[in-house]
């Protein structure tokens, strides 16, 4: 009842001041639209012989015949199996990481010296994907300060069997901070009154966080998780492209840089957004099972 009387007040309120909604959700609603709904027509290349000239109508129907064809492809299973790797091994070492940093700075008790660390953990999310990679290069090439910290002569960005760790690891260096916001905002709901109490029964760090700070930041590592785990196919090219070099590509050539290359730089249009689309209904399959993988395991809770 109390549940139905809420309902009931929220709605009267809404349709009170429907014109103040509108003002200020009307902008958004329409951008929106048309920078994300509009342009989901463009899939209808990905069933035709595509031509700037014919248009979206005039262009020939040709069904899933890019879809065999890229399925049928020779490198169809190594694009894949590179951008699963490359994927779910960023997701195993970098998704506990911005979780143990939060945990980390929720023991600091001076606020002047956690405000600090928290800058410097920040600060490496605002560097664009191509200055980090510029950065990667210079650092990891002949002459650069790694070979020359062991006395060495590695070029490692022409070794496929280092792009993956270079990639990864690059990547939590940037955004681990970054990421630990939401956690840390979590973390700041946690009982302290749970916290004296479970120091004063003489509970260590590790029993006070499985009791106190674990309940709090819970929910919002299910629900990151759940995220990112239904968008394991969904590497941009463009941290993947920089660090490519004609040597590493048998394990830099992910999907997203194929489809750019076969779109963008061979014109293929069609064929590219076929397998942009076979993309992305794999990471929507991923999302819902996923999802409902993670229902399962915590008692009913997902997305």
Same mark, same amino acid.
């Given at each position: 009842?109390?549940?139905?009387? $809420?309902?009931?007040?929220? !709605? ?18 329409? !951008? ?5 709904? !509009? ?10 012989? @595509? ?11 040709? %069904? ?25 091994? %960023? ?22 010296? $956690? ?5 410097? !953990? @920040? ?47 690059? %990547? ?57 785990? %239904? ?26 840089? @194929? ?9 293929? @249009? ?21 999802? $409902?993988?993670?229902? $399962? ?7």
């Amino acid at each position: 009842m109390k549940k139905e009387g $809420k309902m009931n007040a929220t !709605l009267t309120y809404v349709m009170h001041h429907w014109r103040l909604y509108v003002f200020f959700l009307g902008p958004a609603l329409v !951008l929106t639209i048309i920078f994300k709904y !509009l342009p989901m027509g463009g899939i209808l290349i990905a069933f035709e012989k @595509y031509s700037p000239f014919k248009g979206f109508l005039g262009s020939d129907w040709v %069904g899933l015949e890019y879809f065999k064809q890229f399925l049928s492809s020779p490198d169809f299973m190594s694009y894949l199996i590179n951008t699963l790797k490359l994927s779910i091994f %960023g997701l195993l070492w970098g998704f506990p990481v911005p979780i143990i940093l939060a945990l980390l700075l929720n023991r600091i008790e001076s606020s002047k010296i $956690k405000q600090k660390i928290q800058l410097v !953990l @920040y600060m490496p999310n605002f560097i664009s994907v191509i200055v980090l990679c510029g950065m990667v290069r210079i650092l990891l090439s002949v002459t650069g300060p790694v070979n020359m910290l062991f006395d060495s002569t590695i070029n490692f960005l022409t070794l496929p069997e280092a792009f993956r760790p270079i990639y990864i690891i690059s %990547g939590i260096w940037q955004g681990a901070g970054w990421a630990s916001i939401m956690y840390t905002a979590a973390l700041a709901n946690a009982s302290q009154e749970l916290k004296e109490a479970a120091q004063i029964d003489g509970a260590n760090i590790f029993q006070q966080i499985k009791a106190v700070e674990w309940p709090a930041i819970k929910d919002m590592v299910v629900i990151q998780f759940i995220l990112q785990a %239904g968008n394991i196919m969904s590497i941009g090219f463009e941290k993947a492209y920089a660090l490519q070099t004609d040597l590493n590509l048998g394990a830099s050539e992910i999907i997203s840089t @194929y489809v750019y290359k076969k779109g963008l730089l061979d014109g293929n @249009y069609s064929y590219s957004t076929a397998v942009g689309l076979f993309n992305t209904v794999i990471n929507l399959i991923l999302l819902i099972t996923v999802n $409902k993988v993670v229902e $399962k395991m915590n008692d009913g809770q997902g997305l």
